[in-house]
C-alpha cells in the first residue's frame, strides 16, 4: 500500500529559487525519510526525522514534519542545477517493518 | 557513487531465458534489499535479508528468487519473466544500530545504481 504522497508531482523553477515538496501519509510512524534519485540511477538518502522530532536541517535541506497532519516538507534553499532530480519520501509505518515510498516529485531547476 | 554495486547495469533477455542480477555492497553492513522500480509506480520492497536471512518476501512471484550467500552479497535470480518485468531493479543495503533483531528494514537504506531490466 502507497503511504507518502509527494505533492507536487512536478515542479519546474529557476536555479536560485527555493524548492519546497510535500510529503503526506496515512498512519503513524516511527520515522520519515527523503531521498533523491538522479534519472535512471539509484537512490540516494538525504535526512531522516524522527517522530519526535519536527525540524531538521542538512546543509541548503530543512525538513520539517508534522505529525498532527501527518505531513512533511522538504525545503531545498537557493536551488542549483545540479538539484534536479525526482525526490521520494519514505515512511516506517509503526509495526510494518519496511519503508514504504511515495511516487516522488520531479524537479527541474532552470539555469 | 555509493558503496554498493550493481551488475550488470542494463540487461535484455527473452521470456524464456534464464539471468541473475548481482549486487555488492562494502560497507560492511548486514541487511540487503532488493526494490523494483516501474514507471510511474511507487517504489516497491521485493526481498529483505538480514545477517543472510531472509525475512521478508513482499509477495513476490516465484519467477524472481533471490540469494544471499554471504552478507556482503546479494543475487536475484530471473527465470520465465513476462514483459511487465521491465523495470530498474535496485539493491539497498542497511547497518543495524546493534542488538538483537539485524537492521531495521527501516534504517537508513544505501543504494546502488540498479539495472534497467528489458524483458521481451
Known amino acids: 500500500s502507497q503511504q507518502g504522497e509527494e505533492d507536487p508531482q512536478a515542479l519546474s523553477i529557476q536555479e536560485g529559487e527555493n524548492a519546497t515538496m510535500n510529503c503526506s501519509y496515512k498512519t503513524s510512524i516511527n520515522n520519515l525519510q527523503w531521498y533523491r534519485q538522479n534519472s535512471g540511477r539509484g537512490l540516494v538518502h538525504l535526512i531522516l526525522?524522527?517522530?519526535?522530532?519536527r525540524e531538521k536541517h542538512s546543509g541548503r535541506l530543512r525538513v520539517t514534519l508534522d505529525t498532527s497532519k501527518k505531513s512533511s516538507s522538504l525545503l531545498i534553499t537557493a536551488s542549483r542545477a545540479a538539484d534536479t532530480a525526482s525526490y521520494f519520501c519514505?515512511?516506517?509505518?509503526?509495526?510494518?517493518?519496511?519503508?514504504?515510498f511515495g511516487q516522488g516529485t520531479r524537479l527541474t531547476i532552470n539555469p | 557513487e555509493t558503496g554498493v554495486t550493481q551488475t550488470p547495469r542494463h540487461l535484455v533477455m527473452g521470456m524464456t531465458n534464464k539471468k541473475s542480477l548481482k549486487c555488492e555492497q562494502h560497507?560492511?553492513?548486514?541487511?540487503m534489499y532488493w526494490y523494483k522500480q516501474s514507471a510511474k509506480k511507487p517504489l516497491e520492497l521485493m526481498f529483505v535479508?538480514?545477517?543472510?536471512?531472509?525475512?521478508e518476501n513482499n509477495s513476490v512471484p516465484s519467477r524472481f528468487s533471490p540469494e544471499c550467500p554471504n552478507s556482503s552479497h546479494l543475487f536475484l535470480h530471473l527465470h520465465t519473466l513476462q514483459p511487465e518485468d521491465s523495470a530498474l531493479y535496485l539493491c539497498?543495503?542497511?547497518?543495524?544500530?546493534?542488538?538483537?533483531?539485524?537492521?531495521?528494514?527501516?534504517?537508513?537504506?544505501?543504494f546502488g545504481p540498479g539495472t534497467r531490466l528489458t524483458v521481451l
Open positions: 560497507l560492511g553492513h548486514n541487511a
Open positions: 519514505a515512511t516506517d509505518e509503526m509495526g510494518a517493518q519496511k519503508l514504504v
Open positions: 526525522i524522527r517522530s519526535n522530532e
Open positions: 535479508y538480514n545477517f543472510k536471512e531472509q525475512t
Open positions: 539497498a543495503s542497511s547497518q543495524a544500530k546493534g542488538g538483537t533483531g539485524g537492521a531495521h528494514p527501516t534504517d537508513t537504506q544505501y
